[in-house]
């Protein structure tokens, strides 16, 4: 911890280097969330000059009343709950399968990472033909090993859409729990795992005793980030299902878009914004601790 | 250089490992298995993209195409109006991602080198902009941009997506500036350098890893950007290549050739750039989630 001392001059110049973010900051991410703070207290159209002040009823008929934003809050906290398990489970097995010296564990780990590099809606433009119906390959497949019965429209039924969009997730998502967690354990010391080995630790009392609380800091990463990025999904829903079929695949971030800018109901699509935005943030409170401390 | 050296000894010394250890033979056999169940769909886009519809009607979408067919590319390509987006997305990286690492290697100075009082909150306040959802920013940025007359138009991007990249890149910037000895700084304060000079002068010009890795981060993410250029562009002149792929989806919804051709069309940038530059992406988002 080794700051330089501050000397008279210095007091003016670090507010001068901050100005730019700080005034970008306040202008273009400050302000527009402000500013949509007001609107979900009215109820603005999005195109007509006026609006009525309807305080916090967008809120209330968000949580209480309205059917789909419920179940938007339901299928926000599925994938929440499915992203806490699956795509980091996997990632914390690859990281440790590929931690150890085997045979092109680099390409492995750049090909479980890859899907993670690609425009969300080229996934789900991927996905929505290999889910397609008619010529899709997992169909094809199915019918191939004799379990046609199976295939159908994976992506247009209610039991499978949001099940089907989830699995395109966790194609994408493990890859990056993966990196975090290999970069994790080349942090723990070698040491460690010899000192246990000597008292006579074997394999999975090593993992639980060491391994996984050593990687803690990476579980907080991992774990916050997931259930951040549950409540922002918007691209995969929009390209796969459209919300559909009927509503039932409508997360916030979609039913936002959709009231906002389709329905033209800006005041109530502004309330579900902040709805989010208050989850993601409470969420955010360990994670950014973590990511703050020296 | 090494490391191809002491290739096949070390390959030697995992193979006679791999011998006497079957569960870590069974656990590599499963990972093989894995990745090739990762790399389906790449597979699957590829044999789609390069067949003729009706040969992929009658023969399935996993038997070899009958005939190859690029032509489906250049199909692609010209009806999908491709050159267009790509040259707004090129656009818009050459523009949004310079002038985004500058603001934050520029806020990311004093946070790291120097002691006043706000350090610490200004740091935090920037750090929380990672947890903000772009929707509570939507519709008062088009309201801004419609008053600012940019709505509808590629400049209209580039103020949310470089707000949306600043905390990231601060907190990466931060971090690398730290590892930078305080003694070079106070040796140019020494000889009568100005703050800005130190910054200009000694401290960018040792940040090239880090500025790299953001610039390549931030390239793909803006390439990538579904939600905000969905709101904000509407005239087919302005589209970003993923609300063009959109639109062209729209369009040939059906057409699964060209479709898919259009497809590889807009990832094969990305994926070049992931093959060839993977070891600074993959260091820098480790460096975000994760401190030395």
Known sequence: MTHTRPRRRIRLTPYLFLLPALLWYLIFLGYPMFYSFIISLTDWDGLSRGSNWVGLSNYTSAIFQDQVTILALRNNLIWTAGTLVIPTTLGLLFAVALDQKLPARTLLRSIFYSPAVLPLVAVGLIWAWMYNPQFGFINEVLKAVGLGRFARGWLSMFETALPATFLTAIWTGVGFSMTVYLAALQGIPREQYEAARMDGATGPRLFWNITLPWLREAHVIVLSLAVINSFKVFDLIYTMTYGGPGRSTQVMGTWMYFNAFQYYHAGYGSAIAWIIAIITLVVAIPYVRRMSRD | MTESLLLPKRNATVATRLRRSWPTLLIWIGLIFLAALWLIPFIIILLTSLRSMNDLISNGVFAWPQRFLPENFAKAWSIGNFSVYFRNSLILILTK?????????????????????????????????????????????????????????????????????????????????????????????????????????????????????????????????LLIALVLINSEAWLTVPVGLLRFQGQWASRYTELMAGVVISIAPILFIYIFLQRYLVSGLTAGALKE
């Not at chain 2, 690492?101 to 990672?130: C, D, E, S, T």
């Open chain 2, 97 to 225: 991602v310079p002038l985004g690492i500058l603001i934050a290697a520029l806020a990311a100075y004093p946070l790291a080198k120097m002691r006043f009082r706000f350090n610490n909150a200004i740091f935090v306040i920037f750090l929380i902009g990672l947890a903000i959802p772009v929707q509570v920013t939507l519709m008062p940025l088009l309201v801004m941009m419609k008053q600012l007359g940019i709505a509808g138009t590629l400049p209209a991007l580039i103020p949310p997506y470089v707000v949306f990249g600043l905390p990231f890149q601060i907190f990466v910037m931060r971090g690398f500036f730290r590892t930078l000895p305080n003694e070079l700084i106070e040796a140019a304060r020494l000889d009568g350098c100005s703050e800005f000079t130190v910054f200009w002068r000694i401290m960018l010009p040792l940040s090239g890893p880090a500025l790299v890795t953001l610039f390549i981060i931030d390239a793909l993410g803006t390439w990538n950007e």
